[in-house]
Structures are given as C-alpha cells and as structure tokens.
Nanobody, 115 residues
Framework: QVQLVESGGGLVQPGGSLRLSCIAS????????MAWVRQPPGKQRELVAS???????YYGDSMKVRSTISRDTAKNTVFLQMDSLKPEDTAVYYC?????????WGQGAQVTVSS
C-alpha cells in the first residue's frame, strides 16, 4: 500500500523558515494534484497551497507570499517552503496527492512557531 511520508516539521522561532517534504513510498503514476493542508489547534483544516500537473499553483490566504509550493514529479515528491513564520502558523501540516487511482494523505507534520 502506497503511503505519503512527510518530513521537515518542528519547532521554529517567529520569523524563521521551514521546508516540508512529502514523498510517496511507491509508484502512483503521474500526480494530477498535490497540495498542503494545515489544521491549527481547535480549528478546521485549511488549504495552504496546491499545484496541478499543469503547474498551476494556488495559495490560500493564510500563507500567501510567505510560502512556496514545488514538486519533483519524477520522484512523486511535493515541497512546501515556509518563510517569515508566525505563531498563528502553528498547526499540523498534511500533504495530499491525487493520482490515477489514488487519493493519498500524509500522516501530518507538526509545525510549532514559538519563541
């Protein structure tokens, strides 16, 4: 069974940066849609950023300008670079990859922004 494995979360001070990575553990074909979704404590999940197979990128309002989504399609990997982090960015970050026959979610990476 193919799984998504996330890495790169952790504790960072306000104003700092983190880069999240998400890789599929097996072959899933050509990804159609890749995204990062976050869930702050006590709140609902929200879309942070997404990228389609055509390279069309979307950023949610929460981290627009401060985040960059990128991908390595050949390696079924998606990244999220986050800069100028704020305490309100504290959340569990999930990756999502849609490919033919697959809708996959990562296990979640905790990001804590605190001094």
């Amino acid at each position: 069974q193919v799984q998504l494995v996330e890495s790169g979360g952790g504790l960072v001070q306000p104003g700092g940066s983190l880069r999240l990575s998400c890789i599929a553990s097996g072959s899933i074909g050509d990804p159609i849609y890749m995204a990062w979704v976050r869930q702050p404590p006590g709140k609902q999940r929200e879309l942070v950023a997404s990228i389609t197979s055509a390279g069309i990128v979307y950023y949610g309002d929460s981290m627009k300008v401060r985040s960059t989504i990128s991908r390595d399609t050949a390696k079924n990997t998606v990244f999220l670079q986050m800069d100028s982090l704020k305490p309100e960015d504290t959340a569990v970050y999930y990756c999502k990859i849609q490919a033919p026959g697959h809708i996959l979610w990562g296990q979640g990476a905790q990001v804590t922004v605190s001094s």
